[in-house]
C-alpha cells in the first residue's frame, strides 16, 4: 500500500461534489480539494478511473501525488486534521 495525496480543482460545481463525494470513500480529506489516501495499488487504479470518468480535462485538473514511508516521515502538518495513519497491521 502507498500513501498517496490527491489534490483537484474542479470548474464546476456539480463535478466537484461528485470527485469530493468519490474521495470520501477512499481517504481522508484534510483541506477544502485535498485528501490524504492509503491504497493498494488496485484501490488505486479503481479511484483513478472513476475520477477520470467525472472529470473534463480542458477545464479541471487532479493530480496524485505518492509518498514512500521514507517521505511519509518527513511531512510537517501543522493543525488539523492530523496526518493519515497507515494501519498498523492488515488483515487479509
Not at 11 to 25: A, Q
Not at 26 to 33: A, E, I, L, N, T
Not at 62 to 85: C, D, K, M, S
Request: net charge positive; hydrophobic share 35%; glycine share 4%.
Amino acid at each position: 500500500m502507498l500513501f498517496y495525496v490527491i489534490v483537484y480543482d474542479i470548474t464546476c460545481d456539480k463535478r466537484r461534489k461528485k470527485i469530493s463525494d468519490l474521495l470520501e470513500g477512499y481517504g481522508q480529506r484534510v483541506q477544502y480539494s485535498v485528501f490524504e489516501c492509503i491504497l493498494n495499488r488496485v484501490k488505486y487504479d479503481e479511484l483513478r478511473k472513476k475520477i477520470r470518468q467525472q472529470v473534463n480535462l480542458s477545464e479541471d485538473s487532479v493530480r496524485f501525488y505518492p509518498l514512500t514511508r521514507h517521505t511519509l516521515n518527513q511531512i510537517e502538518a501543522w493543525g488539523e486534521p492530523q496526518i493519515t495513519q497507515p494501519p498498523s497491521s492488515v488483515v487479509v
